[in-house]
């Protein structure tokens, strides 16, 4: 292969990278049409494919125009909005260009593509793998550059210019300069700026599509949460301020308490508003907050859940919404009355469990007549569900003992699985228990529910989270989408609300590695919205205070200082040392090349002599042909006054070279070149 041809596919390739890393910046926003990303992602990897090629052929220009147009077509017949349809627009023009561009300004026209698409990542993207995707822009940006200057170079006939008024190094500093101040600029902005301005364009621009967010609602039909177990996004955050961690615990969501057979939904009664307060707000009697027990306090923070329910671990006791003014409703549900729009944030102090020891009692408030009414209230149901409840608790001595055992007798004659059925069946919940014995949590709490029901326990649905994974890397308890559940309370005399969960614990089949590369990824993520998304004024106080007279750096300063008291002589010891070593090397610095010539075994120092002074000319723009002999070269130097220097040094590495060392010395090598070097620098 030539060199043209091995510089153009750098070239290339470097403009593939450009054009992927903007679309990947954009998919991570997970803000595109799935016609939209098959299509540039099947654009790219074909490309990557043809540019591998040993002979490569030319695809016309309607063989890439025509699928960008199907795909663009297709994209406008999905819901996606015009702002949607004018991004994968965008996508699709970039694809198209990278595939049809031929010349230099459609390169530099595919270029230009490719950093609107980073921008628009920018403005769209909230995760950590933008990072990763400007991180590989900015190297196939320097890449392409490169390899577009070599490219040119290689076209055009080679031209010797002459040295003096060149002024190279300069210029070369210059450029660098400008370069390097324009890689940070665009850095920072890319970087910093529009990351952190997202979400309020999000918000005041149209022209943004929405994210794809996860839907958690208070109408839950069979088979909606089961949906979600495939998803595996990170939804919930919870960061403890406490020894006790909410570890291994249900997040509480919504309760609801109507059933028409197939769909779960909020009583209209239930969303009665008992307070509506803000700041920090007592959620609980005073008999629960001075119960005696383990507590935790922590923060939970959520982006990509569409809800305005607040998720809690335990036994709410405080709650805190910051600015926001906090609903809570007669079925314990607690709301932000502002929604669920933007990130979520709040402070929760939850009692997780009693004292062992502890024998005191608190008689629960009574249900009133319209709420166990409506606990009880059923739809019209197949009469089997109602012989199977009264079997399987026909042995119980009271309430709690029959829920436990229907409880029981569906975690361990009920299998589970996420599979849906082929066609949705007439009765679904009848389906369940009497013919397919299978299922996820909405079919076995709705079944525990209506069990319940028909034998006079008012029960309910819970939808929530469960427990969640705690994340090592970034110390934060991370809940996916895949944990959403749904559980059972009943009201049992003399026990209140009680917590019931019917359905079997599932194993998880995910590999050792790719878990570790979740968390690892969630912690990635996690730094980016603290420390870039979020990291207003606030922060930065926050940041500040640690370093206050007395705390932090200044703790650190003192025990550093403290210690080198106590540790003199070692300190002393080791400055010596170091002075001594730093003396040494300034003396070899100068000494070693001429030591390095007298070793055994070495090359000639003629041939490392004339190398050096390719070196030094090579830098001040003077370079000598492969074609050309020693003294060719010396004879087509153009600076009049370099060449007698260039033909004197040239004769001496001659005669040096192959006369022998006892003919002449090497000595006068050193003294041609450096006025050579004097020479180059006054013409500068």
């Known amino acids: 292969m030539s060199a043209t041809r091995q510089v153009s596919t750098v070239h290339e390739l470097a403009l593939l990278g450009l054009a992927c890393s903007g679309f990947l910046a954009v998919a991570s926003s997970q ?27 030319r695809i016309p220009w309607w063989g890439i125009a025509l699928p960008a147009l199907a795909s663009l077509w297709i994209a406008s017949r999905l819901p996606v ?8 627009a965008l996508l699709l023009a970039t694809a198209y260009q990278m595939w049809a561009g031929r010349s230099g300004r459609d390169h530099l026209l595919t270029a230009a593509l490719a950093f609107l698409e980073l921008v628009t990542g920018a403005l769209l993207a909230t995760g950590a793998a933008y990072f990763a995707c400007l991180g590989l822009f900015l190297l196939c940006a320097m890449t392409a550059l490169g390899s577009g200057e070599i490219r040119r170079g290689l076209e055009r006939p080679v031209r010797v210019p002459s040295l003096a008024p060149m002024r190279l ?24 700026v529009l990351p952190r301005t997202a979400r309020v364009l999000a918000d005041r621009l149209p022209l943004l599509p929405g994210r794809h967010l996860i839907r958690l609602t208070s109408q839950v039909g069979l088979g909606n949460i089961g949906r979600l177990k495939s998803d595996e996004r990170a939804v919930l ?43 920090t707000v007592a959620v609980a009697d005073g008999w629960q907050r001075r119960r005696p027990g383990a507590r935790a306090l922590y923060r939970v923070e959520f982006s990509d859940l569409d809800s305005d329910t607040l998720f809690v671990a335990g036994t709410p006791e405080f709650l805190n919404v910051g600015a926001g003014r906090l609903l809570q409703t007669s079925a314990a549900t607690f709301r932000l009355a502002s ?48 012989q199977l409840a009264a079997t399987d608790g026909a042995g119980a001595a009271d309430d709690f003992e029959r829920a436990h055992d229907l409880e029981q007798h569906l975690r361990r004659d009920y299998g589970y699985t996420l599979q849906m059925p082929a066609t949705a069946p007439r009765d679904p919940l009848a389906n369940f228990l009497f013919e397919r014995r299978t299922g996820h949590c909405e079919y ?5 529910a209506v069990m319940l029901r028909t034998q006079g326990i008012p029960a309910r649905l819970v939808t929530g989270f469960e427990s969640g994974v705690f994340n090592p890397y970034s110390g934060l308890l991370t809940i996916r989408a895949s944990d959403a559940h749904s559980w059972v309370e009943a009201f049992l005399k003399g026990r209140g609300w009680t917590t019931l969960d019917p359905t079997p614990s599932a194993a998880d089949t995910s590999p050792a590695w790719l878990s570790d590369l979740r968390l690892r990824l969630d912690a990635a993520d996690s730094f980016w919205r603290e420390w870039v998304l979020d990291y207003d004024l606030a922060r930065q106080v926050q940041l500040v205070d640690r370093f206050h007279p007395g705390d932090g750096a200044s703790i650190w300063l003192a025990r550093a200082r403290n210690a080198v008291r106590v540790n003199a002589s070692a300190f002393a010891s080791g400055v010596l040392v170091l002075a001594l070593l730093l003396m040494t090397g300034w003396y070899w610095r100068r000494r070693w090349p001429r030591f390095h010539r007298t070793l055994p075994g070495r090359a000639p120092a003629a041939a490392k002599a004339y190398a050096r002074m390719l070196h030094v000319l090579a830098r001040y723009g003077l370079r000598k042909p492969a074609s050309q002999t020693p ?25 040096l070279r192959f006369a022998g060392p006892e003919e002449t010395s090497d000595a006068n090598l050193p003294r041609h070149l450096r006025a050579m070097q004097a020479h180059l620098r006054g013409a500068r």
């Open 31 to 57: 803000r595109l049409d799935v016609a939209t990303l098959v299509f540039c992602g099947a654009a790219y990897v074909l490309r990557l494919a043809w540019l591998a090629l040993p002979r490569r052929f």
């Open 631 to 655: 003294a060719e070269f010396a004879a087509a130097c153009p600076d009049a006054g370099l060449a007698p220097l260039l033909q004197a040094f040239t004769e001496e590495y001659l005669r």
């Open 444 to 448: 076995f709490a709705s079944a525990l």
């Open 169 to 192: 190094g300069a210029r070369l500093t210059a450029f660098t300069l400008c370069l390097g101040l324009s890689v940070l600029m665009l850095t920072a902005g890319l970087f910093l």
């Open 81 to 88: 909005g015009w702002s949607g349809l004018v991004l994968a």
């Open 339 to 386: 929604g669920g729009a933007g990130p979520v944030r709040y402070d929760v102090s939850s009692f997780l469990r009693p004292v062992a020891a502890s024998t005191e009692y608190h008689a629960p408030p009574e249900l009133t007549a319209a709420e166990r009414e409506r606990c009880l209230r059923l739809p019209a149901l197949d009469p089997r569900i109602a």
């Open 237 to 279: 955050h919870v960061k403890p301020y406490s020894r006790q961690a909410p570890l291994g615990l249900k997040w509480r969501g919504a309760t609801l308490s109507d059933f028409d057979g197939r769909i779960w939904s909020e009583s209209p009664a239930d969303r009665g508003i008992l307070r509506a307060e803000r700041g």
